[in-house]
């Protein structure tokens, strides 16, 4: 099982990204939970979105600007990030689970798979 992010770059306040999160080894389907989160410099790992059974779930700093989305022709998940600001700096991670209950989807303890990460720097 892996997971691999891709579609990470320098943007500037404002503009848009795409994050694409595959997967090999199994499928994204309604058993698992998927999960965005990201990690800036000296700060922990913090929730940014997730997709449950059909349902998303936002973080507030990132609600109404990025979009969580499922591509099941191409098994995978992808974060389209909108208006972007200088504090959506970080390194990016998309996480899949099996157990994820809705009340632990922003822990990301709760994860089982993690891929390697995504570098997105924004510029203002």
């Known amino acids: 099982v892996q997971l691999v992010e891709s579609g990470g770059g320098l943007a500037q306040a404002g503009g848009s990204l795409k994050l694409s999160c595959a997967a090999s080894?199994?499928?994204?389907?309604?058993?698992?939970?998927i999960g965005w989160f990201r990690q800036a410099p000296g700060q922990e790992r913090e929730f940014v979105s997730a997709l449950k059974s059909g349902n998303t779930y936002y973080a507030d700093s990132v609600k109404g600007r990025f979009t969580i989305s499922k591509n099941s022709a191409k098994n995978t998940v992808d974060l389209q990030m909108n208006s972007l600001k200088a504090e959506d700096t970080a390194v990016y991670f998309c996480?899949?689970?099996?157990?994820?209950?809705?009340?632990?989807?922003?822990?990301?303890?709760?994860?089982?798979?993690w891929g390697q990460g995504t570098q997105v720097t924004v510029s203002s």
């Open positions: 080894g199994f499928t994204f389907d309604d058993d698992y939970a």
């Open positions: 996480a899949a689970g099996p157990t994820v209950i809705t009340s632990q989807l922003r822990n990301p303890g709760a994860y089982y798979y």
